[in-house]
């Protein structure tokens, strides 16, 4: 079954609460009552879209693949660890190419380049979930866990940048909520490395560490 990214859950919510919110209250203050019905059907559509999108998604990842339910590494296994190791160097990566998307002003093309950002440190969140034994994160999985993970942490941070309610914040809220998620990210992703390797002989984490936050200082 196709993946239902996240990023569109969340812009389906986010259009949704600016068409109810700040078009329909717009409308109404010049007594434009047609055109606020409008507003509030295009609102119901998207929170259905929203609603559909989020169903998909939870449908997705209750029909996992066994492969990617089981899959097990093992702290002392080279092979295993390598693509740890290597995650410094990918993160550079994928932020130079999102700093493409970043660097351009545009709203869209900003929070598309955070979304992408976001993908990739889940995918590496996954992948170190996988040195934790089965059923571990839950019944349902590492993957379930971590993208209802990413999913309440969009909901937070949306939430904390709009104190004045739903839709009031403009678009460049959905830019800094991006950004917010990625720390988010950064974080846990760093805080499981840490967990899984501080005390590891055949890993530095200190060594790993101050490259990840060498590359950070530069953005």
């Known amino acids: 079954m196709r993946k239902i990214p996240e990023w569109t859950i969340q812009l389906a919510w986010a259009i949704c609460s ?10 109404l203050s010049l007594k434009q009552y047609s055109d606020a019905a409008y507003a509030t059907v295009v609102a119901l559509i ?16 209750a ?23 290597a995650l410094p160097k990918l993160r550079r990566v994928v932020y130079d ?22 993908d990739f440190l889940e995918y590496a969140w996954l992948r170190l979930a996988e040195f934790y034994p089965v059923g571990h994160f839950g019944l349902r999985g590492p993957r379930s866990y971590i993208r209802n993970y990413i999913r309440d942490r969009f909901q937070f941070h949306w ?3 709009e104190p004045n309610g739903p839709g009031t914040g403009g678009t460049i809220v959905g830019v800094l909520v991006g950004g917010d998620v ?4 950064e974080r846990m992703t760093s805080d499981t490395v840490r967990a899984l390797f501080v005390h590891h002989d055949n890993f530095e984490f200190d060594e790993w560490q101050r490259e990840r936050s060498a590359q950070a200082q530069e953005e």
Do not use: C, N
Request: no cysteine.
């Open 63 to 85: 029909v996992a693949s066994p492969v990617e339910e089981f899959a097990r590494r093992y702290t002392g296994q080279a092979s295993d660890i390598r693509f740890i190791k």
């Open 159 to 161: 939430a904390k940048h």
């Open 46 to 61: 998207f929170a259905g879209a929203a609603i559909y999108l989020h169903r998909r998604k939870d449908k997705a990842d």
């Open 182 to 185: 990625i720390d988010d990210l």
């Open 18 to 27: 600016v068409f109810a919110t700040g078009a329909v209250w717009y409308f």
């Open 97 to 118: 190419s999102a700093r493409e998307g970043w660097d351009t002003g545009i709203t869209v093309e900003m929070r598309q380049a955070s979304y992408d950002v976001i």
